[in-house]
């Protein structure tokens, strides 16, 4: 099968990163053509305003990716923006795909909502509207043939409509302060790029007539309009694309050391880049059970961040068992929790940091590998192309 993903270089790889995506594509690598490239171009949908650092990012997670194991003798590795035919098919797709796909995107909404913190109050309104709206439809004089779904889209419609015009400043001027948003956060959020980015994401991996793309749950929407897309094209222009299938797996959840989603913006993520000191406070510093304050107060580890960790990274099982049961007796601290748990998560980052040194040394190689990824991928992609315009008659 050949697979196809791509990660947006937001700076230097964390545990989550690993657990999440890394260690799934790594197991791909063994059996299956994969082609994973550093989505730069991705990375401006949200990031447009500020590129300083977009070149040190893309070289971090280039550094990142060949420490922790992604092998250029397996994988073809390269950087989206260095294969410009990406962009040429993202502009043939976005003729032909329909604004109501990505407007009805549940994935754009959520994105877009989460970005300006407005999912609480659009959730509200919402839920404010429900029994309003159902009366509404009770008088409509026409058979509605799927009830639920028109629901659910008069009341995005009608929540969207509340959102614009909040930030027009028609309702309650005081609601917008209290959300500390500005209009300019809105409209600067609202571009065409950020609309249209699963349309570049289908362009990204029909390129190489991707057939399996792994993928959380969240992101299946967007597999979906790929497949939609490439439905269209075939059926407008003859065979071209396959439909390809999002490879769903189930991946380990790694909390950050707040116990919160590790991320770089909670500041509570355990970097690769992170020198054995730093992990070290870090860890001490980590959440534990809240009730357990004293070492002969029971513990609770099934919501302690540290045991967690302890299940990932602690080889011998018996001693996880064993600290289960003292914690949970009063018999451990979390002081020597920790310590025992660092040990094994050292195991784990030393030959990861070592490796990432060795990468870091010799820079020109690193840029050559992706250089020939690169190139790699502009052949098949180059491929496709002709057999787009073909199709197409753009030749
Ligand atoms: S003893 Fe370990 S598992 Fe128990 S609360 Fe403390 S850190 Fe968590």
């Not at 590795?77 to 040429?88: C, D, P, R, T």
């Not at 509570?268 to 959440?287: P, R, S, W, Y």
């Not at 840029?367 to 190139?375: A, K, L, R, V």
């Amino acid at each position: 099968m050949r697979i196809v993903s791509g990660m947006r270089p937001t700076g230097k790889l964390h545990l989550g990163h690993y657990f999440g995506v890394i260690e799934n594509w790594k197991k791909l690598q063994e059996d299956h053509e994969t082609f994973f490239f550093v989505a730069d171009w991705h990375a401006l949908t949200t990031a447009y305003k500020n590129t300083k650092d977009l070149q040190k990012n893309i070289r971090e997670l280039m550094i990142d990716w060949l420490a922790l194991g992604l092998d250029p003798e397996k994988s073809v590795l390269f950087i989206q923006s260095k294969v410009k035919e990406h962009a040429e098919l993202h502009l043939l797709f976005s003729m032909i795909t329909p604004k109501s796909w990505l407007e009805w995107n549940p994935t754009y909404k959520d994105m877009k909502y989460n970005l300006l913190k407005l999912q609480d109050i659009a959730l509200q309104f919402r839920g404010g509207l429900r029994d309003a709206v159902k009366e509404f439809m009770g008088l409509i004089p026409y058979k509605i043939e799927d009830f639920e779904k028109f629901e659910e889209r008069l009341l995005d419609d009608l929540a969207e409509t509340f959102i614009s015009a909040l930030f027009e400043g028609e309702i309650e001027p005081q609601l917008l302060k209290n959300l500390n948003v500005s209009k300019r956060d809105f409209y600067e959020t609202d571009t065409y790029g950020f609309l249209g980015y699963p349309v570049l994401q289908a362009a990204d991996i029909l390129i190489y007539k991707g057939e399996g793309v792994p993928v959380g749950e969240d992101q299946l929407p967007h597999i979906e309009l790929t497949r939609e897309i490439a439905r269209r094209f075939n059926y407008l222009y003859g065979d071209t694309f396959p439909e390809p299938e999002a490879i769903l797996t189930e991946t380990p959840k790694v909390p950050g050391t707040d116990g919160r989603k590790m991320s770089k913006s909670y500041n509570n993520a355990i970097f690769f880049a992170d020198t054995e000191e730093e992990v070290q406070k870090k860890v001490m510093k980590m959440f534990t059970d809240p009730q357990k304050l004293r070492k002969n107060d029971p513990g609770r580890p099934d919501i302690c961040p540290v045991f967690m960790y302890h299940k990932l990274f602690t080889k011998d099982s018996d001693l996880i068992e064993q600290i289960d049961r003292d914690c949970r007796a009063g018999k451990l601290g979390c002081v020597e929790c920790k310590r025992i748990m660092l040990q094994g998560l050292e195991e784990f980052l030393a030959p990861i940091r070592e490796r990432r040194q060795t990468v870091e040394r010799d820079i020109d190689k690193l840029i050559q590998i992706f250089e020939e990824g690169s190139q790699k991928a502009r052949e098949k992609a180059k491929a496709t192309m002709e057999e787009v315009r073909t199709a197409m008659n753009l030749k």
